[in-house]
């Protein structure tokens, strides 16, 4: 008779507006269901993470750096240590919180054991979740996916750079729009091997590039005429002059990843760097700026 399974719980307190955010990446570090908890100030929450046992210390580290990444935007936070639980049959119940997803007028972001029933109106980007840095279902993903629906002449703008590619969801969605070929980059070792995996289940390895390495060191690659990033408000901060650097002139720019005000303070930043910038969509709290190098 098989061991039974061993259960651990993460228990993190944090300003609401992140916990969808933190919730699109814990599934893909392994966890196999969250909570949210009400707090005493409504702006906060308690999310309870659930892991195997076997994968809890590592989903516990890598929330600790993930919230750390996110700096002083997402402060005040607190994370509990695992926790032992008893079991919970979340192998099977998480597969009921993620039905296919339509994403603007042409695309539908879908698990595998749905991928069958796509209809041929939706351009599908096949996602594994639970295994995978992003589910898509955060306002900062889709308004990117949406942004590159508009994006013309998409075939002819040579490869495209993807920042952060975490799940490689962003890759698939401008494969699938058009684009011949995008060069994906990402830091974590694990998010790199599940960008890959998804990417080969959507039959596209031969036209998305998946490559381990920190930004900017990009070797002889680039200018391109445009770049995905989808990552957060620091990374604007700190990386903005090697980031303009790699727009193409009159290549694009789609920046996201951005809570609050923080959207009008990177188009700023943007245009005093020479781009015409602005925030061209907004949705629960996140902002996608949209510039262009003239």
């Known amino acids: 008779m098989a061991e039974p399974e061993h259960w651990s719980r993460l228990d993190l307190e944090l300003p609401l507006p992140f916990a969808d955010w933190v919730s699109a990446e814990l599934l893909g570090w392994g966890c196999v269901g969250i909570e949210l908890g009400d707090l005493p100030d409504a702006s906060r929450v308690?999310?309870?993470?659930?892991?195997?046992?076997?994968?809890?210390?590592?989903?516990?580290?890598?929330?600790?750096?993930?919230?750390?990444?996110?700096?002083?935007?997402?402060?005040?936070?607190?994370l509990s240590p695992p926790e032992p639980v008893a079991p919970v049959d979340w192998a099977n119940e998480w597969r009921h919180h993620f039905p296919p997803m339509e994403v603007g007028r042409r695309l539908v972001i879908v698990p595998p054991w749905d991928a069958e029933a796509v209809g041929r109106d939706r351009l599908p980007i096949v996602l594994q979740p639970g295994m995978a840095f992003g589910t898509g279902r955060h306002p900062s993903t889709t308004l990117v996916l949406e942004a590159l629906e508009q994006v013309a002449d998409l075939d002819q703008l040579g490869t495209v750079l993807d920042i952060g590619c975490g799940s490689g969801i962003l890759s698939i969605g401008a494969v699938?729009?058009?684009?011949?070929?995008?060069?994906?980059i990402d830091y974590d070792a694990e998010a790199v091997r599940s960008a890959r995996e998804n990417i080969d289940r959507n039959g596209l390895s031969d036209r998305i590039t998946v490559a381990g390495q920190?930004?900017?060191?990009?070797?002889?690659?680039?200018?391109?005429?445009?770049?995905?990033?989808?990552?957060?408000?620091t990374f604007f901060e700190q990386q903005l002059p090697d980031l303009v650097g790699l727009v193409a002139e009159g290549g694009r720019l789609l920046a996201s990843g951005l809570e609050g005000e923080e959207g009008g303070r990177v188009a700023e930043r943007l245009r005093a760097a020479g781009l015409e910038a602005e925030v061209s969509q907004s949705r629960q709290g996140w902002s996608l700026v949209e510039a262009e190098r003239l």
């Open 46 to 78: 308690r999310l309870s993470a659930f892991f195997l046992d076997v994968d809890a210390r590592s989903g516990y580290r890598k929330l600790n750096h993930f919230m750390d990444a996110l700096g002083e935007q997402a402060l005040p936070w607190e």
């Open 176 to 184: 699938r729009l058009g684009a011949q070929h995008v060069l994906a």
């Open 214 to 233: 920190r930004f900017p060191d990009l070797g002889d690659h680039g200018p391109f005429r445009l770049v995905m990033a989808n990552v957060y408000f």
